[in-house]
T-cell receptor
Framework: ETGVTQTPRHLVMGMTNKKSLKCEQH?????MYWYKQSAKKPLELMFV???????ENNSVPSRFSPECPNSSHLFLHLHTLQPEDSALYLC???????????????FGSGTRLTVV | AQSVSQHNHHVILSEAASLELGCNYS??????LFWYVQYPGQHLQLLLK??????LVKGIKGFEAEFIKSKFSFNLRKPSVQWSDTAEYFC???????????FGKGTRLHILP
């Protein structure tokens, strides 16, 4: 148990579907992240939110749309995805980034997404 | 831009063998360095970290890593591996005062019983 909960654990969706991934953290953190883990590639940072404000969008295609309604919840809305988007999507959280110093990050277990 | 290189993508060892996983990073300034581990079916978790001070850091489960600044390296070591160490290991770097952690591709470690 890491204090970061992701749902669903597994998701299979067609290319025309719209779905959402959910992440919730119970650690009192103020920064939340989406990472993408594909086979044989580095873990890729997608989005960073600090105090609900998006501070990083790492050139992610618009078919991925993040939403952070509060510091405890983070969503990733998916629409018209491609098969190459199949991957493990990891949510993470850390303390307030504006405090400076290295982020101490806690990860969720991930959502295994398969696009068919 | 920061980058992290892990030399071995897949390592297979027998139990009790010694382990060293290589990690090099590219960044000219002050860095914070991490090793994360992901056991099969589980979440990523922090194995150890280096922020400052003693370049030899000790982590959980008998792992240690040495920061060699002149070589831009942060190799992970364990003197005697166990079957339960089978997992994927990720090296990561964070430039001081920056909010991003950049990960390497990971090394899949398989320990034979």
């Amino acid at each position: 148990e890491t204090g970061v909960t992701q749902t669903p654990r597994h998701l299979v969706m067609g290319m025309t579907n719209k779905k959402s991934l959910k992440c919730e953290q119970h650690l009192g953190h103020n920064a939340m992240y989406w990472y993408k883990q594909s086979a044989k590639k580095p873990l890729e940072l997608m989005f960073v939110y600090n105090f609900k404000e998006q501070t990083e969008n790492n050139s992610v295609p618009s078919r991925f749309s993040p939403e952070c309604p509060n510091s405890s919840h983070l969503f990733l809305h998916l629409h018209t995805l491609q098969p190459e988007d199949s991957a493990l999507y990891l949510c993470a959280s850390s303390q307030d980034l504006s405090r400076g110093g290295p982020p101490q990050v806690s990860f969720g277990s991930g959502t295994r997404l398969t696009v068919v | 831009a920061q980058s992290v290189s892990q030399h071995n993508h897949h390592v297979i060892l027998s139990e009790a063998a010694s382990l060293e996983l290589g990690c090099n990073y590219s960044y000219g300034g002050t860095v914070n360095l991490f090793w994360y581990v992901q056991y099969p079916g589980q979440h990523l978790q922090l194995l150890l970290k280096y922020f400052s001070g003693d370049p030899l850091v000790k982590g959980i489960k008998g792992f240690e890593a040495e920061f060699i600044k002149s070589k831009f390296s942060f190799n992970l070591r364990k003197p005697s591996v166990q079957w339960s160490d089978t997992a994927e290991y990720f090296c990561a770097v964070n430039a001081n005062r920056d909010d991003k952690i950049i990960f390497g591709k990971g090394t899949r470690l398989h320990i034979l019983p």
